[in-house]
């Protein structure tokens, strides 16, 4: 029995994968969108079929489920027994540093963080809670997306505020995408040929959300996001690094609300915000018909990232790969021609057919005569959740 059931739950949709870890293959994997609408979606795709869609409205998330596992029919490989659920776990906060085999107090630790991710933290806990009841004997497994930060040392995840309502409150940088920077660090090792733990490595996680990390011999010494996701780069509708006195000035200024303010720096600024599109795609083709306003935001886009790469470089003192992930990061030359634009002194070169070539797999886009080897790593945090969470239900793991 060596299949992995992963679960993403949202606070209105739940994405899966079933794997089946003997071949490291997927056997199902689908997405229940609009839980708690009249017309949520559940869009399934069996391996090797057409993928099945079912229009009807799923009232909450237990129904959810049912629904999903109905659609994975009875010769499907959750009919012949699970070897564990792992399930996405966005906040760990500082409790947690590695997956962690659910239990009660386990749940409790979960909801615990609900104040540091209130947007993430309860739909994550609906999953492990109605999977626990439809699989009471199936051990489940929570992954962190803070875990692989908590490796970085106080000079970077400690803000400078008055210690005490710091520590009070846990106000700290947390760092989030751990699963994807750790999944493309050790894919790129194996690419570099060396063993992690002597590679430094500057990971750049360029999707919707985005974030870089820098990793010193496969351990996170620094990131760009914070007590939350809003820190950091420019992403698709977040801002990324603000003087954090735009907030009172919009606040005494503007008259917006706290509320009002959250919602303009988390979901209507960034890309969306400069150009009116988030898609990355469709600023890129802008600005290729020459709309002025699309290249100065794709121009802000790569020199936000360039600035990192430099920082980080600092931070490493050694760096023996830039590596791009993503939906962004995997897909657009131009993008990560854009980042490494002006890199040259620091031993980066990228080549441009190298650079233009499509491919799903592991790749550098640098010349031969690159110092710093640029590659490109195609992440798969539910892969590497499935990894994780067979790895703790063998040997659970000191909490
Ligand atoms: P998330 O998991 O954070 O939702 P993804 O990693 O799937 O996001 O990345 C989504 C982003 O990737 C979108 O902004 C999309 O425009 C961008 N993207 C996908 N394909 C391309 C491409 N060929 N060129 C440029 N951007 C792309």
């Known amino acids: 029995m060596s299949n992995v059931l992963v679960l993403n739950t949202g606070s209105s949709s739940i994405k899966y994968q079933l794997f089946d870890m003997g071949r490291r293959a997927v056997l199902a994997s689908g997405l229940l969108e609009r839980i708690g609408e009249e017309a949520s979606r559940l869009s399934h795709r069996t391996e090797g079929a057409d993928p099945v869609v079912v229009d009807r409205r799923v009232a909450d998330h237990r129904e959810g489920l049912v ?61 492990i809670e109605t999977a626990r009841a439809a699989f009471p004997a199936t051990p489940q497994v929570a992954v962190f997306d803070t875990a692989f930060h908590r490796t970085m040392p106080p000079r970077a995840y400690r803000y400078a505020l008055p210690r005490d309502l710091s520590s009070r409150l846990r106000i700290r940088r947390y760092g989030f995408h751990g699963t994807s920077h750790a999944h493309v660090a050790r894919k790129a090792a194996d690419l570099l040929g060396r063993p992690l733990p002597v590679v430094n490595l500057i990971t750049m996680h360029l999707g919707n959300g985005a974030s870089v990390a820098a990793i010193a011999g496969g351990r996170s010494v620094d990131t760009s996001m914070g007590l939350t996701p809003l820190e950091g780069l420019v992403m698709g509708t977040r801002s990324g690094d603000l003087d954090p006195a735009i907030v009172f000035y919009l606040h005494r200024e503007a008259g917006l609300s706290f509320d009002a303010i959250d919602t303009l720096l988390n979901k209507e600024s960034g890309m969306k915000g400069l150009t009116g599109a988030n898609d990355m795609r469709e600023v890129e083709r802008r600005a290729g018909g020459g709309d002025a306003t699309a290249r100065e935001a794709l121009d802000l886009y790569c020199y936000r990232i360039r600035k990192y790469v430099g920082a980080y470089a ?31 002194w620091f ?48 040997t659970p793991l000191p909490r």
């Open 314 to 344: 600092a931070a490493l003192g050694r760096v023996d790969a830039l590596v791009f992930t993503a939906g962004v990061g995997e897909n657009s030359p131009v993008v990560r021609a854009g980042v490494c634009e002006g890199l040259e």
């Open 67 to 127: 629904a999903i596992f109905e659609a994975f029919g009875p010769s499907s490989g959750l009919a012949d027994g699970l070897a564990a659920i792992g399930h996405r776990v966005v906040h760990g906060g500082q409790r947690f540093s590695a997956p962690a085999v659910v239990d009660d107090e386990v749940v409790e630790a979960i909801r615990e963080q609900v104040p540091l991710a209130p947007l993430h933290n309860p739909g994550n806990l609906l999953g």
């Open 347 to 394: 031993g980066v070169r990228v080549d441009g057919a190298r650079n233009q070539a499509r491919s799903g797999q592991p790749r550098a886009v640098s010349t031969d005569d690159s110092t710093v080897p640029v590659l490109v790593v195609p992440t798969n945090e539910e892969l590497e959740i499935a990894e994780q969470t067979l790895a703790a239900i063998a």
